[in-house]
């Protein structure tokens, strides 16, 4: 143990581990920037939209709250930057034949990942610490946000003559609001379109409103019943009126609680939900949460392992095959890891296999590959 401990307080980095770490943090930081860019562009940008179009939330505190999700986009980014960055150096390398000179001074593959494993490794416990503390913090600064977006009910003050669409929680159109005027949360000249009953058409015509958190309340209303072959079925006049909203505000602070919780946190929240009973397909979706706080980060350290064989490729080839292969590395993982999440979360799967399944297939085939191309292939 003395021995061991003796060694380790006098390790120092070599320059070839300091030139290894430099060339892998040059592209390791660009690659964050650039995935994230294109998760954001591609996925956090039309929830973007369809926050301002279904619910009338401005486009800045919608903004705001895109903005806060992206910690979680970096935490599953990180594996992408770093499979890139390991590609790139190492194929700078393998073209500039820095491999080959290597190699013939007796420094084998196995020692150049080291410093690659090192990175890996320190970049999976940073993904880990953002995903347990940096988070859930966010995600809880994002759900309050949206919660007082929603009982503000975001229509635009003193403006006249617009519409306001509210969906039901399949995305149907369930009423329509038009509107004469708005200022200072006071609404004159309302008509409502209400389609949320099959069998029946209700319009409400109203002088003046309020506009509430979880209802609308009208004075001075009329309200028609209009059959499906636009026969009046029924007219009512009301002094004042109350109409309760699509939002249900208790719904939507308990949404995504789990995203907002850290490890031993949600394992707390889990087996409380346990003793209360509750179904076993939402425990196994938390359960794959809880164990994914874990195995994603871990990606970070795995998938370095395909990075390095497959960055080294013949000296005469044409092209980085490489560099498509990583491309296509990380697009089969996120589907594999997207099929298996479906599978656990329909007990398909154990949660943990669920979780596991596409990290134990990544360090099988680096091992794999990195094996034939030390041993296997020419030195």
């Known amino acids: 143990m003395q021995k061991i401990l003796t060694k380790f307080k006098s390790f120092e980095l070599t320059v070839l581990d300091k030139y290894l770490l430099k060339q892998?943090?040059?592209?390791?930081?660009?690659?964050?920037?650039?995935?994230?860019?294109?998760?954001?562009?591609?996925?956090?940008?039309?929830?973007?939209?369809?926050?301002?179009s279904n619910y009338g939330i401005p486009f800045k505190v919608a903004f705001l709250a895109v903005l806060l999700q992206m910690p979680y986009i970096i935490v599953f980014t990180i594996p992408m930057a770093i499979l890139l960055a390991t590609i790139l150096t190492?194929?700078?390398?393998?073209?500039?034949?820095?491999?080959?000179?290597?190699?013939?001074?007796?420094?084998?593959?196995?020692?150049?990942?080291?410093?690659?494993?090192?990175?890996?490794?320190?970049?999976?416990?940073?993904?880990?610490?953002?995903?347990?503390?940096?988070?859930?913090?966010?995600?809880?600064?994002?759900?309050?946000?949206?919660?007082?977006?929603?009982?503000?009910?975001?229509?635009?003050?003193?403006?006249?003559?617009f519409s306001f669409k509210e969906f039901d929680v399949n995305k149907r159109l369930k009423r329509l609001f038009y509107?004469?005027?708005?200022?200072?949360?006071?609404?004159?000249?309302?008509?409502?379109?209400?389609?949320?009953?099959?069998?029946?058409?209700?319009?409400?015509?109203?002088k003046r409103a309020e506009a509430m958190a979880e209802k609308w309340k009208f004075y001075d209303a009329v309200n028609y019943t209009i059959s499906q072959?636009?026969?009046?079925?029924?007219?009512?006049?009301?002094?004042?009126?109350?109409?309760?909203?699509?939002?249900?505000?208790?719904?939507i602070k308990k949404l995504h609680k789990a995203t907002e919780l850290s490890y031993f946190d949600l394992v707390k929240y889990i087996e409380k939900l346990k003793a209360d009973g509750k179904d076993n397909r939402r425990l196994s979706k938390l359960k794959i949460m809880l164990y994914e706080k874990i195995s994603l980060p871990a990606t970070c350290f795995l998938i370095s392992l395909i990075g390095i064989p497959l960055a080294i490729t013949p000296p005469r080839a044409r092209f980085n095959r490489g560099l498509l292969f990583s491309i296509l590395v990380i697009f089969l993982y996120y589907i594999l890891r997207a099929v298996s999440t479906s599978l656990g979360e329909a007990r398909v799967l154990e949660p943990v296999f669920a979780a596991w399944i596409p990290n134990i297939i990544v360090f099988v085939a680096g091992c794999w590959l990195f094996y034939r191309k030390e041993f296997l292939t020419g030195k």
């Open 90 to 161: 190492f194929n700078r390398f393998n073209t500039n034949n820095e491999i080959t000179v290597m190699r013939a001074c007796g420094i084998s593959l196995k020692r150049l990942a080291m410093p690659v494993l090192v990175f890996s490794f320190t970049a999976a416990m940073c993904s880990f610490l953002i995903n347990e503390f940096v988070v859930p913090a966010a995600n809880t600064q994002a759900r309050n946000l949206m919660l007082w977006a929603l009982m503000q009910k975001n229509l635009p003050n003193e403006k006249t003559n």
């Open 179 to 206: 509107i004469s005027k708005y200022k200072n949360r006071k609404l004159e000249g309302v008509t409502v379109l209400d389609l949320s009953r099959n069998d029946i058409i209700q319009v409400l015509q109203a």
């Open 229 to 251: 072959n636009g026969k009046i079925m029924n007219t009512a006049v009301f002094g004042e009126s109350a109409m309760n909203t699509v939002f249900n505000l208790n719904k």
């Open 24 to 52: 892998l943090l040059a592209t390791f930081f660009p690659g964050i920037v650039v995935f994230t860019s294109l998760v954001f562009a591609s996925d956090q940008f039309l929830y973007l939209v369809k926050q301002i």
